[in-house]
């Protein structure tokens, strides 16, 4: 028995394993800009607005294409889909590859939102919750978060490496494309041999209504009222997170932050707090507050307070060091939330097979602030200079995180009446 159970454990966290991967690899084409921006511009021949305007097209795509999801994730087995939306994001690169023109990028950058967002990414959150019981399912949304910051670093890294080798010109652009191309579709065929493919609503023989089933998971799910609280959850987590950009331009305006720190201070801002904030939720969801529902709610009032703290401080007379340490303090906040913010969709109970829908429209709303966010937020350092401008972005920011504190109790006072 003992050997069965390792066995099952060791299998579980082998599959995770290679969901991080797919996780950590399949968005490196889309965000290519990352490492490739000064190249697409220079031997690509993009400007700074048709490069924006994929982005912008791929926002719409991925936005539109959650409504999809939501019949895509339980129509169809995982063990299929996170292959197809990995080698279909492969496909995407390998013209990437050939740097065509603007109008092929902007198609190019649909295919990538709709392979990488449409059908891979709710059908992953799904297979990482079938993955445990609701008792681990704060320590599996962390691990799956911690790991695609590892794996981002990694990738990222090679592909610059592959960009120096081959002349850091238009050849070196396109040999990096070609290498996240072939990672990415190289843990596709991994994971279809992975995978199973129990997860999805079977027709049979003597059943021919797998379509009604699915629809009527939707249909549960729309009407569901915690489905809602919950996606509205992460809504305000992505919100808070959306403003973590922010601390960047902050620090070097008010604290005078020197160049040659901007960019280790943003690598320890993305990837840094990705690697330890991952864990962290998981654990504190799992083991100390046992609900990452719990978890979520109680850091939520922990950022709002530490936010309206923050705006007291004396920045224009701080050390820059310390304004450092608390903004990463306060980013490790958010980052332990984005790590458990899908977690709650199994303790609320929604039903199992219905777990792609209830992700979908989880990613729906709650991804909606970075169509609004950054618009918000510049508009605020835009029209008011200094200090006044990053103050009302910590503002909204500490009140988006006040919101979500409400919305998580009465998620909380709903589940205690059920």
């Known amino acids: 028995m003992m050997d069965r159970t390792t066995g099952l454990f060791a299998n579980k966290w082998v599959q995770l394993g290679f969901l991080v991967l797919g996780g950590g690899t399949i968005y490196k084409l889309s965000s290519i800009k ?49 292959p197809a939306g990995l080698l279909g994001v492969a496909a995407c690169g390998l013209y990437l590859s050939t740097l065509p023109s603007f109008t092929g990028y902007v198609f190019a950058f649909a295919g990538l939102a709709f392979f990488g967002e449409v059908v891979y990414w709710p059908v992953l959150l799904k297979a ?27 990738v990222a890294f090679g592909a610059l490496g592959i960009f120096v080798l081959f002349g850091e010109g238009k050849a070196g652009m396109q040999a990096g494309i070609l290498y996240y191309t072939f990672m990415t579709a190289l843990v596709g065929v991994v994971t279809y041999f992975l995978v ?20 009527s998971g939707i249909l549960y799910v729309i ?4 489905t809602w609280l919950a996606a509205f959850v992460i809504f305000f987590v992505y919100s808070s997170y959306t403003g973590l950009t922010y601390f960047i331009p902050f620090l070097k305006d008010i604290y005078g932050l020197p160049v040659a720190l901007v960019g280790a201070y943003g690598i320890i801002n993305q990837y840094g707090l990705k690697m330890i904030g991952g864990p962290l939720g998981g654990f504190l969801s799992d083991k100390v507050f046992h609900s990452p529902l719990r978890y979520l709610q109680t850091a939520f009032i922990v950022a ?14 701080m050390s820059v060091y310390l304004g450092m340490t608390a903004t990463l ?48 937020y510049g508009y605020m350092l835009d029209n008011y200079p200094g200090i006044t401008g990053y103050n009302n972005v910590f503002y909204i920011m500490s009140a988006f995180s006040l919101l979500g504190f409400g919305c998580a109790t009465m998620l909380i006072r709903r589940m205690r009446s059920a």
């Not at 999805?200 to 629809?215: P, Q």
């Not at 009407?223 to 915690?226: E, F, G, R, T």
């Not at 709002?304 to 007379?317: G, K």
């Open 34 to 82: 990352d490492v490739f921006y000064v190249p697409m511009q220079q031997d690509w021949g993009l400007s700074n607005t048709e490069i924006g305007l994929g982005f912008t097209f791929y926002a719409i795509v991925q936005t539109i294409g959650y409504f999809f999801s939501m019949y895509l994730a339980d129509r169809f087995s995982k063990k299929y889909l996170l």
């Open 329 to 376: 303090g306060f980013g490790a906040i958010i980052f332990t939330q984005r790590a458990v913010f899908f977690a709650p969709m199994e303790e609320i109970g929604v039903p199992r097979e219905y777990a792609g829908s209830s992700m979908a429209l989880g990613c729906l709303i709650g991804y909606m602030p970075s169509m609004f966010g950054y618009t918000l």
């Open 128 to 154: 990482v919750r079938l993955l445990g019981t609701k008792e681990d399912q704060g320590r599996l949304f962390g691990f799956l978060e911690a790991g695609r910051g590892v794996v981002d670093v990694i």
């Open 223 to 226: 009407k569901d009222v915690n």
């Open 304 to 317: 709002f307070v530490s936010m309206i703290l923050f705006i007291q401080l004396p920045h224009e007379s």
């Open 196 to 215: 199973g493919d129990e997860d999805h609503i079977k027709v049979t023989a003597r059943d021919k209504s797998a379509n009604a089933k699915v629809f």
